[in-house]
């Protein structure tokens, strides 16, 4: 066994411990039932979209603490649309290789931990009574395209992009106690999970890199680099601005403006893009979708 297939099997073997010891069944860890507490936020207030806005200015504070349930159901809407690509891309990856494998039969593991965090996302959404805030239809169906085309480096990269970004909002949110405790607990459940999802991407992708040829390295780029855009551009729905009785558009439009929303999404990818300029997946004319999604 050579020095990469032994680093890949001895991280596969911390991880599976780790997730005999350290994860959560949220049907059963979750309080669903308990009341939302009164005066408490669905996410930090200065996360919310159109704070520091003049549209912000002018609501209450209720319809702001609505503003913000509203954009973490979103936020959880679009990490359940990926994490569906994801465990799709993860069959395939796995259909192709030995079972017997520590390596692969984590990648099983996390399989099975985003089908518990997808069903803990829409729980949350149907808890918290809000409409469903899936994706537009074109973002839907490239969706589909990218885990039909991604893999390899695009697809650990576009993994660690989603994971890490929400990973970011979720640990201020989950430390912070102006927010929901239901919200807290949802965080904390993915939070500890997650970390291992993104150990994984991130030292498979270290390994693989060196091997990757130019015209594999720019594919995965671009495709990087558009999911990155895709997913930004999409984290706050534009229909969340109907829930406070604003134009959805006029909202999308105020929000994307916003310097304080713009320095957030850059904020929550701080850490993952130094890291995939390292690995040659930032960099070049694709970094312009990076810089119109504000994330660099």
């Known amino acids: 066994m050579d020095a990469g297939v032994q680093g890949r099997e001895a991280t596969a073997e911390r991880l599976l411990r780790s997730s005999l010891e350290h994860s959560y069944e949220p049907n059963i860890d979750i309080d669903w039932d308990a009341p939302l507490v009164d005066g408490l936020w669905g996410i930090p207030e200065h996360r919310v979209s159109l704070y520091g806005t003049d549209l ?51 990648a099983l593991t996390e399989i099975a931990d985003e089908c518990r965090h997808s069903v803990m996302f829409g729980r949350l959404n149907a808890r918290l009574g809000a409409p469903d805030y899936k994706p537009r239809r074109i973002t839907h169906e490239l969706g589909r395209l ?24 979720q640990r201020e949110a989950m430390r912070d106690e102006t927010v929901q405790p239901l919200t807290r607990m949802v965080n ?33 780029r671009y495709l990087t680099a558009r999911i990155a855009y895709v997913v930004a551009r999409n984290l706050i729905h534009r229909d ?33 893009v130094p890291f995939l300029r390292e690995q040659g997946l930032v960099g070049g004319p694709t970094e312009a979708f990076w810089r119109q999604a504000h994330l660099v």
């Open 56 to 106: 912000w200015a002018g609501l209450t504070d209720e319809q702001r603490r609505t503003l913000s349930l509203h954009e973490l159901c979103s936020v959880a809407r679009i990490g359940l649309w990926f994490e569906m690509i994801l465990m799709q891309m993860l069959l395939r990856y796995a259909y192709d290789r030995d079972p017997r494998s520590s390596h692969i039969q984590y």
């Open 146 to 169: 990218f885990k039909t085309i991604g893999y390899g480096p695009a697809m650990f990269a576009g993994t660690l992009f989603v994971e890490e970004i929400l990973d970011q909002l």
């Open 188 to 220: 904390k459940v993915h939070v500890t999970e997650e970390a291992r999802h993104v150990r994984y991407a991130r030292e498979e992708l270290v390994r693989i890199m060196p091997r990757v040829g130019f015209a594999e390295r720019q594919l995965a």
């Open 240 to 272: 969340v601005y109907a829930s406070v009785g604003l134009d959805p558009a006029q909202g999308r439009r105020a929000a994307l403006a916003n310097p304080q929303f713009q320095e957030t999404l850059r904020w929550s990818a701080r850490k993952l």
